[in-house]
């Protein structure tokens, strides 16, 4: 107990330094008055958190994000042997010198490394692993940044929610590794938008709400394992414009998520479009989305203008069952 204690009172002295160098580099009065107010609001939160006293790491490169009252903040804790050094996130800087970022302490990590946000950093070294074992949500986690090619593995997603927009505009990003052990009811929208050199998908265990938009873009996917779409809402534009796709697609997609009516066209509009799928299989397809020719399991017009081709197009496809 002594030596936690002794950590915490450590680990606070070096927040109240990081404070106040941050504080001296700040010009504008007014700036300043308010980020003092906010610096003291948030040492009186980390003095009562039980979390600041693990932070100290002895085993090496090892980065732990503070637990902020306002989610996470832009500042984390390094500490290399006996070394601390706090670090506030400033473009410019773009080496992490990481092994392992821990997230566990975090619930939300929107937007952390997202390059267009002005407080970031712009990544050219990537850490081996993100502990993410309390995190519910990683919107935008790495978008925009477009010269990274791998992302690190995430150790367990089981309570993340949200993977919206994760990697949007990451141009050059080519593999993800798999999403271990994902939440149910996953909300995945755009979250490949624009990865130019994305190959091969990740793997992602869970049921994805929303696909809209997820793989819109990526003109380079050859590889797609098979996802749970069983309840998804909305599979709008999901792999618009991805070039590289098998001729065939390689998997039944399920639409038993989808609204029934008319609503249900909006909710699939172009979730193909690209030139190279010829072959779609679908099964608890809604009737109002093959209308013109309900018992054609090939051609329905409609069906075909929604997943984003025109009626003259070549493509094939493939109805297991309907319903209302």
Not at 186 to 213: T, V, W
Request: charged share 25%; proline share 5%.
């Amino acid at each position: 107990m002594e030596q936690n204690n002794n950590q915490k009172a450590a680990a606070l002295d070096d927040l109240k330094i990081v404070f106040n160098d941050i504080y001296n580099r700040i010009n504008e009065k007014a700036d300043k008055k308010a980020y003092q107010e906010f610096a003291q609001k948030q040492i009186k939160f980390a003095a009562t958190s039980e979390v600041i006293a693990l932070m100290p790491n002895a085993n090496g490169k090892v980065l732990t994000l503070l637990p902020f009252e306002y989610g996470v903040s832009l500042y984390a804790y390094y500490k290399n042997g006996d070394n601390s050094v706090y670090k506030d996130y400033v473009k410019g800087n773009d080496k992490l010198p990481w092994d392992i970022i821990d997230c566990r302490y975090i619930l939300n990590l929107n937007r952390l490394f997202d390059e267009s946000n002005t407080a970031s950093v712009s990544l050219t070294k990537m850490p081996k692993v993100i502990n993410t074992s309390n995190v519910i949500s990683l919107g935008n986690f790495f978008s925009n940044q477009a010269q990274i090619s791998t992302v690190p593995a995430f150790d367990d997603l089981s309570k993340c929610k949200n993977i919206s927009y994760m990697f949007e505009f990451c141009a050059n990003l080519r593999e993800v590794p798999d999403f271990p052990h994902s939440s149910e009811n996953i909300n995945a929208r755009g979250m490949f938008n624009q990865c130019h050199k994305l190959e091969k998908a990740p793997k992602i265990y869970g049921y994805i709400e929303d696909a809209s938009h997820m793989f819109d873009g990526c003109e380079s996917l050859k590889e797609v394992p098979e996802y749970d779409l069983s309840r998804c809402k909305n599979m709008n534009a999901m792999f618009y414009n991805c070039k590289s796709l098998p001729s065939e697609f390689p998997w039944t997609i399920d639409l038993q998520g989808l609204p029934s009516g008319d609503d249900c066209r909006g909710k699939i509009g172009s979730m193909f479009g690209c030139s190279s799928v010829k072959k779609i299989k679908l099964k608890n397809v809604p009737r109002s989305l093959n209308p013109d020719n309900p018992d054609n399991v090939l051609n329905g017009s409609t069906l075909k203008s929604c997943l984003g081709y025109s009626s003259s197009d070549n493509v094939e496809i493939t109805i297991e069952n309907y319903r209302d």
